[in-house]
């Protein structure tokens, strides 16, 4: 029989971090049932299920971490594990997921491996922009490509869909079952079609909040305007992203409206960055920008 358990579907999950711009880290308050419902979109999306070999690639202070081992051992496939010296992108990583016969393999497009990899199925690109050159690069007959976009604060992952050859930029798709993606304007309005604004999140998967951060809480976490027609009490998550929605009903992703960034897929806050250079001795001020590389890659510079 079960186990007796007090669990519900608002109990606690995790805790995770995010940078913060104020250079304090702020840990974001994840429930069972946001999890559960993401998991559980896994398979309806990405068509995972038994037999499947899925890498463990996140390092495990990152919540694709959860996304990795949970696709694999929630839908009956195997979750492989690999020490860390074997998944820094490279000749190594390669040959682990040609060894591991690897078919699923969640990653940030600037570190993919551009080797062959004839057992890679489905690949799932997330954490940063999707350029066409990359998706041209590693599409092939049997293989699904997909870009997915999530917050921390949205339990991972919001938005995901299949690449097509004709999608230039590509977009970063439709809603998970469970979520809603609104593109408002600054006073929590829906913008027209095709025209850029905030992207907010709600549903299921937004997270409780901040731990011990109630002034940020509420900021971040707004009650829903469309609270009416969604549950009562229902609340939006504010990304600070920018995007804009296609005729066809997906999202484009168009940058930040803040100075936050993605590196390699981590989100970092130059504050944060900046707040620990000033505590160097002999440092009285910095400032860290973003800067693309020749390559389409960025590279954070520090001026003192």
């Known amino acids: 029989s079960w186990p007796a358990t007090a669990t519900t579907a608002h109990s606690l999950a995790y805790v995770i971090y995010t940078s913060g711009s104020t250079g304090q880290p702020k840990g974001v ?15 309806e999306r990405f068509g995972i299920g038994p037999g499947n070999r899925v890498l463990q690639l996140a390092s495990l202070s990152f919540d694709a971490t959860i996304w990795e081992l949970f696709m694999a051992l929630l839908h009956g496939g195997t979750a492989v594990l690999a020490p860390r010296t074997q ?12 060894r591991e016969r690897i078919d699923t393999l969640t990653i940030t497009p600037s570190v993919v491996p551009m080797d062959g990899l004839p057992d890679l199925r489905v690949l799932i690109l997330a954490g940063e922009p999707l350029p066409k050159s990359l998706y041209d690069k590693w599409r092939a007959p049997n293989r699904r490509i997909f870009n997915a976009y999530g917050p921390t604060e949205a339990t991972i992952c919001a938005t995901a869909s299949e690449v097509g050859e004709n999608d230039d930029p590509p977009n970063i798709g439709i809603p998970i079952p469970n979520t809603q993606v609104h593109v408002l304007d600054a006073f929590l309005k829906p913008v027209p079609m095709g025209i850029a604004g905030e992207i907010c999140l709600g549903g299921v998967a937004v997270a409780r909040g901040y731990l011990n951060r109630p002034e940020l809480s509420r900021e ?3 009650t829903s305007p469309f609270a009416a027609a969604e549950d009562a009490g229902a609340r939006l998550y504010r990304t600070g992203d920018l995007g804009r929605y296609h005729p066809d009903g997906r999202l484009e992703y168009l940058g930040r409206i803040d100075q936050q960034v993605k590196i390699r897929g981590f989100r970092i806050e130059p504050g944060e960055v900046e707040a620990a250079l000033r505590r160097y001795p002999g440092i009285a001020d910095a400032a860290v920008v973003a800067k693309k590389q020749p390559d389409g890659q960025s590279e954070l510079l520090t001026y003192y």
């Open 87 to 98: 998944l820094v992108p490279g000749p190594g990583l390669i040959d682990l997921l040609r």
């Open 29 to 43: 308050l994840v429930e069972h049932r946001g999890l559960c419902s993401v998991i559980s979109a896994q398979r």
């Open 220 to 222: 971040r976490f707004v």
